[in-house]
C-alpha cells in the first residue's frame, strides 16, 4: 500500500517544483523511508532533496553499471532511442552525449552511423569544455532520473542545442502511481525525479520546443 505523508515543507526551492519551478508540488509518498513531492503543473515526482544521497554513495552506485560499449544486449536496449534519432538527424550531425557513464557505448553506435559525438558526465568524462558548445543533437539516456536541478539542465540543454536541434532523452516513464512504490526505477537512491510523458511536453512547452514520444520511454524534443 502507498503510504500518503504530511504536509510539511521541505524542498530546497522554497516549495518550488524541481523540474518547472511551479509553486505547485503538493505531498506524494513515502517509500522504503524516503519522501517524495509531485507537482500538479508539470506532473513530476520528486524526493526530498535532503534525502538524496552522497556524492560518494551516487558514484559507487555508478561504478556498478555495466554498459559496455561491445554488448549486444546493452545496444539492443539503446537502439530504442539512437533508431528514431538517427532517422531524423542530417549527415555527419553533431551531438553530445551528456551523462554518459563509463561506457559511452551510445556515442559509439552514433559514431558508427557517421556523426560526431562529444563527451560529457559529471563522473567519468568530467571535462567541461563539451558544455561551453553548441549541437545538432544531445542525448540522455537513463540520466535525467537523476538530475538536481532539472529545470537547470533542461535550460542548459536549450543552450547548447542549436536551432533545429534535437535533445534525446530516454527515462522509464512514471505511468501507475498505485504502484509507486514497487517500481523498480525507484529502488534505485540515485533516481531522484520521476517523469511522465507529460512532464516532457510541459518541458519542451516551456522552451518553444516541439515534443514526440516515438516508442515508449523515449522523448525527441525539438528546437525550433
Known amino acids: 500500500m502507498l503510504k500518503r505523508i504530511g504536509s510539511e515543507p521541505y524542498d530546497e526551492q522554497h516549495g518550488r517544483c524541481i523540474v518547472c519551478n511551479a509553486l505547485s508540488p503538493e505531498p506524494f509518498a513515502g517509500v522504503h523511508g524516503r519522501r517524495y513531492k509531485r507537482c500538479v503543473t508539470c506532473q513530476a515526482v520528486f524526493l526530498d532533496p535532503a534525502q538524496r544521497v552522497s556524492p560518494a554513495e551516487e558514484y559507487a552506485r555508478y561504478c556498478l553499471h555495466r554498459n559496455d560499449p561491445a554488448d549486444q544486449r546493452y545496444r539492443r536496449f539503446l537502439s530504442r532511442l539512437s533508431k528514431p534519432l538517427l532517422e531524423r538527424l542530417p549527415p555527419r550531425a553533431k551531438g553530445l552525449d551528456y551523462g554518459c557513464g563509463p561506457g559511452p557505448a551510445?556515442?559509439?553506435?552514433?559514431?558508427?552511423?557517421?556523426?560526431?559525438?562529444?563527451?560529457?558526465?559529471?563522473?567519468?568524462?568530467?571535462?567541461?569544455?563539451?558544455?561551453?558548445?553548441?549541437?545538432?543533437?544531445?542525448?540522455?539516456?537513463?540520466?535525467?532520473?537523476?538530475?538536481?536541478?532539472?529545470?537547470?539542465?533542461?535550460?542548459?540543454?536549450?543552450?547548447?542545442?542549436?536551432?533545429?536541434?534535437?535533445?534525446?532523452?530516454?527515462?522509464?516513464?512514471?505511468?501507475?502511481?498505485?504502484?509507486?512504490?514497487?517500481?523498480?526505477?525507484?529502488?534505485?537512491?540515485?533516481?531522484?525525479?520521476?517523469?511522465?510523458?507529460?512532464?516532457?511536453?510541459?518541458?519542451?512547452?516551456?522552451?518553444?520546443?516541439?515534443?514526440?514520444?516515438?516508442?515508449?520511454?523515449?522523448?525527441?524534443?525539438?528546437?525550433?
Open 106 to 224: 551510445l556515442a559509439c553506435m552514433l559514431r558508427e552511423a557517421g556523426h560526431v559525438v562529444g563527451l560529457y558526465d559529471p563522473y567519468f568524462f568530467p571535462d567541461p569544455g563539451p558544455l561551453n558548445d553548441r549541437y545538432d543533437f544531445i542525448t540522455c539516456t537513463e540520466t535525467v532520473e537523476h538530475f538536481h536541478r532539472p529545470d537547470d539542465e533542461f535550460a542548459r540543454f536549450d543552450r547548447m542545442l542549436r536551432p533545429g536541434g534535437t535533445l534525446a532523452v530516454m527515462t522509464c516513464f512514471l505511468t501507475d502511481e498505485d504502484r509507486f512504490e514497487s517500481w523498480h526505477y525507484v529502488r534505485d537512491a540515485t533516481h531522484v525525479v520521476f517523469y511522465r510523458a507529460e512532464t516532457l511536453r510541459h518541458i519542451a512547452s516551456g522552451f518553444g520546443w516541439t515534443c514526440e514520444i516515438p516508442v515508449k520511454d523515449v522523448a525527441l524534443l525539438q528546437k525550433p
